[in-house]
């Protein structure tokens, strides 16, 4: 019997001797006077016990089996099981195995088999979050997370995602590498998916902004008054295509998508594994058809403001112009564009007046064609053949001629003769020469 239990029974009592009248002893108990004359029935009938329920004790009609309670067990005590929590498990086995069991009670179970083990709950700093924008399409946040997301069973891969901060609707791909050319292909299903958003929220990466050099020196040229650097070609496809590009100075600035991301590297990466994802197409797939689905389902929230900041694509807007890798070149005095270490010839039937010596725009496409536009026409191009080079042969070795020398005269003969006949004295007599009995000077 417990201390609730023992007050209880006092306050029966008092209304059973009628030292306070039932209505008195239904408030101080906070339960109905019909209930409280139940219970002096019950008291009157079994004594003190009446306060104790009849099933305390007893095993619960709601309980599970034993024989579910061991499936789910040998279940996720597989290997591709491994690291599941209790959430994540309880979908799995309802959706795999047909095996339903409650979020809570399979905690229960999984703690029991040491499966799973509680987490003490941090108390963390208070930090007041960003509203929400309230229209949906207004801001979208947009980030590539890098992540062994086969977990060695495949190739590394990368996780492009766009989430809307107003709905937490994703979009998302998976790709080889983290490049231009792939963040601009993501960008363009985004676009023909959604519309055209408002603004893009990233982060200050290499694709997005052009890092400017400066010395670290105390006499370094203040930010203000720093020349306006080139744009990147992300820069400039979403300024031709009017969307705002806004950075963030921090990664606590677009929590949103890194809690996703952290979301994904959970979830997502358990359920390649389940599905044994081996290469891109298949993550792909799965992303598509698996988990994409249950976020927009289960984790996206109704905007504040219905309206759809999105906008339609309309005939001014070129994607495949838009979305690629555009340089200027010169046009030469034979109407050639050299690019990419390839010479192209432009058509006669497009020369134009003004062209030679004058800039086109060279756009080196998502699919690999190439297009060149003078002012607002584009030209066809065809590629020259590389020029043959020509090797100067090499000169026939000159045959050597033997050098004459001159012939000593006579004079010259006598002088030699002189030198090599003249006999000085002999090694042995100089070699016994007192050197002590000399003077240091002539005479």
Not at 337 to 345: D, H, T
Not at 426 to 438: F, G, L, V, Y
């Amino acid at each position: 019997m417990t201390q609730q239990d023992r007050d209880r029974l006092v306050v029966l009592k008092k209304a059973q001797k009628k030292l306070i009248t039932q209505k008195q002893a239904a408030a101080e108990l906070r339960l109905t006077e019909r209930q409280i004359r139940r219970l002096l029935k019950a008291l009157k009938r079994r004594g003190d016990r009446a306060v104790i329920h009849r099933l305390r004790g007893q095993p619960s009609n709601r309980r599970l089996s034993e024989e579910l309670r061991d499936k789910a067990v040998s279940i996720l005590s597989q290997a591709v099981y491994k690291g599941f929590g209790p959430t994540l498990a309880s979908e799995y086995l309802a959706k795999k195995h047909d095996v339903h069991i409650g979020r809570e009670a399979l905690r229960q179970i999984m703690m029991g088999a040491g499966l799973w083990r509680r987490r003490r709950q941090q108390v963390e700093a208070v930090h007041e979050w960003r509203p929400r924008r309230s229209c949906r399409g207004e801001l979208v946040q947009w980030d590539t997370s890098e992540h062994d997301w086969l977990e060695g069973r495949g190739e590394k891969l990368y996780l492009i995602q766009m989430i809307d901060d107003a709905t937490s609707e994703l979009t998302a791909r998976f790709v080889r590498h983290d490049s231009t050319e792939e963040n601009m292909r993501v960008v363009w299903r985004y676009l023909e998916q959604h519309g055209q958003p408002v603004a893009f929220y990233t982060d200050k990466a290499s694709l997005f902004q052009t890092t400017p050099k400066v010395g670290r020196t105390r006499n370094a040229v203040p930010a203000a008054e720093r020349q306006p650097l080139p744009r990147t070609q992300i820069g400039r496809a979403l300024g031709e295509l009017g969307i705002v590009w806004i950075a963030a100075h921090s990664p606590q600035a677009k929590g949103r998508i890194e809690r996703s991301f952290a979301t994904a590297q959970d979830r997502l990466v358990k359920g390649l594994r389940v599905a044994a994802v081996n290469t891109l197409e298949q993550a792909n797939e799965y992303l598509e058809k698996e988990f994409l689905p249950w976020w927009n389902q289960h984790l996206k929230v109704l905007p504040a403001n219905p309206t759809d900041a999105h906008r339609p694509l309309g005939a001014e807007h070129d994607l495949p112009a838009a979305l690629s890798r555009v340089e200027t070149r010169q046009v030469g005095n034979d109407y050639t564009i050299r690019f990419e270490g390839k010479l192209y010839q432009i058509a006669r039937a497009d020369i134009r007046s003004g062209m030679r010596g004058g800039n086109v725009r060279v756009e080196r496409r998502l699919d690999g064609t190439l297009a060149v536009r003078f002012q607002e026409r584009y030209v066809t191009t065809t590629e020259c053949p590389p020029s043959a080079k020509v090797v100067a042969p090499k000169p026939p070795p000159a045959a050597r001629v033997a050098k004459l020398r001159p012939k000593p005269t006579p004079a010259a003969r006598q002088v030699l003769h002189a030198v090599v006949s003249s006999r000085g004295m002999p090694t042995w007599a100089a070699a016994t020469i007192d050197r002590t009995r000399t003077r240091d000077s002539l005479d």
